[in-house]
């Protein structure tokens, strides 16, 4: 996954990242640390923000699921073209 790829999924929703950083109780310095691909999130922390997403993605008609966001979510910076 590409580095833009995780900021724009969570702009995809219309959160800022300290909005998705209280939704999954996670700082928004982490967020954006995680978005640039300096800091790997823990799986569970991965989950929550996929599910996150993927209820805010379901108020658009965007076909996602929270498998396929984890997928992409999980996938370590640069991994994908």
Avoid at 32 to 43: A, P, Q, T, V
Wanted: with cysteine; charged share 25%.
């Amino acid at each position: 996954m590409k580095v833009s790829e995780r900021s724009s999924l969570r702009r995809r929703t219309g959160l800022t990242q300290i909005q998705l950083g209280r939704r999954v109780n996670i700082s928004a310095s982490q967020i954006c640390l995680w978005e640039r691909g300096d800091l790997e999130l823990s799986k569970l922390d991965v989950e929550c923000i996929a599910r996150v997403i993927e209820a805010e993605l379901a108020k658009f008609p965007a076909p996602s699921s929270a498998a396929q966001i984890v997928r992409m979510l999980s996938t370590p910076v640069g991994a994908m073209a």
